[in-house]
């Protein structure tokens, strides 16, 4: 169901960039990449988003490469509330128009002080 | 803080009971989203609502139902319920339609079914 692969953990020292990639070779020309993150005991919040250009907020960085086949979620500077599972999604469309967003299980971050 | 409000926060009753979940989207937003997280699968789409009207269907069982009144507040209604229905209910609200949009995520119900 999942249309995006990660990996299941990645780990981090604080104050050091992190690189989370994600691979979603089936992206069709109108989707856009989302990432969302969980926090511990809380619900998923939005990260970033963007469609085929680099896109930067004040969270986070999105590079996506040239042919839309993989992106990388770039955290500048890790910190220790930056610990949570990273979710890279895209839009599932199904026979007849219907959509959902498919969470797949995420990559969880650990940050060590 | 998302905007988006759910209440109870915690939920216990046992098996073959019926629940009532509610969800207040942010304030302008007329979509509201029902999710499931379970440790097993994950989180789970379950249902879209816009503006009062059902607008897209997840995996959502027979037993489960949903609602959107006018003041766009949504209900999210378990019946008959499971061992297996013990979860993280999310409430997520957008402005339009789209699953292109940005979803803004409540803080859950957790339901435990003993």
């Known amino acids: 169901d999942a249309k995006t692969t990660q990996p299941n953990s990645m780990e981090s020292n604080e104050e050091e960039p992190v690189h989370l990639p994600c691979n979603h070779s089936?992206?069709?020309?109108?989707?856009?990449i989302h990432w969302y993150r969980q926090l511990p005991s809380q619900g998923p919040e939005y990260v970033i988003h963007?469609?085929?250009s680099n896109v930067n907020n004040r969270m986070a960085s999105l590079a996506i490469a040239e042919d839309r086949k993989s992106s990388t979620l770039i955290l500048h500077r890790a910190t220790l509330r930056d610990a949570a599972v990273y979710y890279c999604?895209?839009?599932?469309?199904?026979?007849?128009?219907?959509?959902?967003?498919?969470f797949g299980k995420g990559t969880k971050l650990t940050v060590n002080p | 803080d998302s905007g988006v409000t759910q209440t109870p926060k915690h939920l216990i009753t046992a098996t073959g009971q019926r629940v009532t979940l509610r969800c207040s989207p942010r304030?302008?937003?007329?979509?509201v989203y029902w999710y499931q997280q379970s440790l097993d699968q994950g989180l789970q789409f379950l249902i879209q609502?816009?503006?009062?009207?059902?607008?897209a269907k997840g995996n959502i069982l027979e037993r489960f139902s949903a609602q959107q009144f006018p003041d766009l507040h949504s209900e999210l209604n378990l019946s008959s319920l499971e061992l297996g229905d013990s979860a993280l209910y999310f409430c997520?609200?957008?402005?339009?339609?789209?699953?292109?949009?940005?979803?803004?995520f409540g803080p859950g119900t957790r339901l435990l079914v003993l």
């Open positions: 304030s302008g937003d007329l979509s």
């Open positions: 609502y816009y503006n009062g009207e059902e607008r």
């Open positions: 089936t992206i069709s020309g109108t989707d856009y």
């Open positions: 997520a609200s957008s402005a339009g339609t789209s699953f292109q949009e940005t979803q803004y």
């Open positions: 963007g469609l085929t």
């Open positions: 999604i895209l839009r599932d469309v199904h026979q007849g128009g219907s959509e959902k967003l498919v």
